[in-house]
């Protein structure tokens, strides 16, 4: 559901930037009092792991079309609000400036629908609500999760539509877009909301003490979790570097409503102003662009043709490159965060 800059008008992308921008500052003025050794090193490879879960794209049967997990509710139930928003909105730089997933103007629309609803609606107002007294029981929580992933996929979905529309892009008028793309994220709501009860169960099992930080916004203390840290680094290798050679060819999701809707998954870039001058730096920066090498630099591409698996070392570097770089941008930023706070 990574929103591409032609879909995007420039008072749009620039009121969602201000907006995203925001909400990250506000963030990382809550984070101080939650923020302790622990949950330092959980942020970055959570954000790891997201990256690398992102790249696989899975089919929705009978439709022709796919989706990927967003990862904001995985974020918000393990981290919190507050962490979880700002590693999703570095999860989201990383993908946008260097491997061209999701357009430079369309940032803060991308991190507003990806992040502001699971973490600042779904999860104070559904999925603790679901929750009474905070009584993490293990039914409880896959309840929890499974609704809470379909309500904040739909919630985004729909604001995709919005955005589109307040933009002018007049190729995706607001009745058949939005009768598209709400039941299409549906399917996929429901494939992300089970995904998600799955790995947070997971980790409530290893680490209980994980979540009942995140649900009270305390740090996690004094507990290790290097085992957790370890399990979360090798599912990072092997999702980023084998599993994404099974991700579907279909197209995602908004793409999947795009063709249904104008006939085409993509829209031309303006090619003047803000939107030429954002695509040229995002040719500049993203040195692995559509989680691939750059055509003519490795005998390992395809050419253009698409199969399935697609056993690709582009395929594989930019899913290791990638989780490393949003590691460690995540970890480098709670870090400052943490340093600031003392």
């Given amino acids: 559901m990574h929103m591409a800059d ?8 620039g009121t969602l930037w201000a907006f995203s921008a925001g909400l990250i500052g506000y963030s990382s003025k809550k984070l101080n009092k939650e923020l302790d050794d622990q949950k330092v090193p959980l942020m970055g490879v959570l954000g790891a792991f997201i990256f690398a879960a992102q ?9 022709g079309s796919s989706g990927h997990l ?3 509710m995985i974020l918000a139930i393990l981290l919190g609000p507050y962490a979880a928003f700002l590693t999703m909105a570095s999860v989201l730089t990383v993908q946008a400036l260097f491997f061209a997933d999701g357009g430079l103007l369309a940032l803060g629309c991308n991190i507003f629908n990806l992040g502001f609803f699971p973490c600042f609606v779904i999860y104070p107002l559904i999925f603790k ?27 985004g979905a729909f604001s995709v539509v919005l955005e589109t529309v307040f933009s002018g892009i007049s190729e995706l008028p607001f009745s058949s877009f939005v009768l598209l793309m709400q039941p299409i994220h549906l399917g996929i709501g429901i494939v ?22 995140a649900v009270h916004a305390s ?7 290097r085992n957790v840290l370890i399990g979360l680094l090798i599912a990072v290798g092997i999702t980023g570097g084998i599993l994404s050679w099974f991700a579907s060819t279909n197209p995602d999701g908004l793409e999947w409503a795009m063709m249904k809707t104008s006939g ?26 559509d989680y691939g090498f750059k055509t003519g630099e490795a005998e390992a591409e395809t050419g253009g043709h698409e199969s399935w698996p697609s056993v690709n070392i582009g395929t594989s570097v930019s899913g290791l490159v990638g989780g490393t770089i949003t590691l460690f941008t995540v970890g480098l930023f709670a870090i400052m965060l943490k340093r600031r706070k003392a």
């Fill in 55 to 63: 790249m696989i794209n899975f089919t929705i049967p009978a439709t």
């Fill in 219 to 225: 740090p996690i203390g004094d507990i290790s979790i």
């Fill in 264 to 289: 085409t998954e993509e829209l031309k870039i303006p090619d003047k102003g803000i939107h030429e001058s954002l695509a040229t730096i995002q040719n500049k920066t993203a040195f692995l662009p």
């Fill in 129 to 155: 609500k679901m929750i009474p007294n905070n009584d993490l029981k293990q039914h409880k929580i896959l309840t929890a999760a499974l609704i809470s992933s379909i309500i904040g996929l739909q919630m």
């Fill in 70 to 72: 967003g990862g904001g």
């Fill in 192 to 213: 992300e909301g089970l995904a998600t009860a799955a790995i947070v169960m997971f980790i409530w099992k290893a680490r209980p003490e994980i979540m009942n930080s």
């Fill in 6 to 13: 032609a879909l995007i008008s420039p008072a749009v992308g």
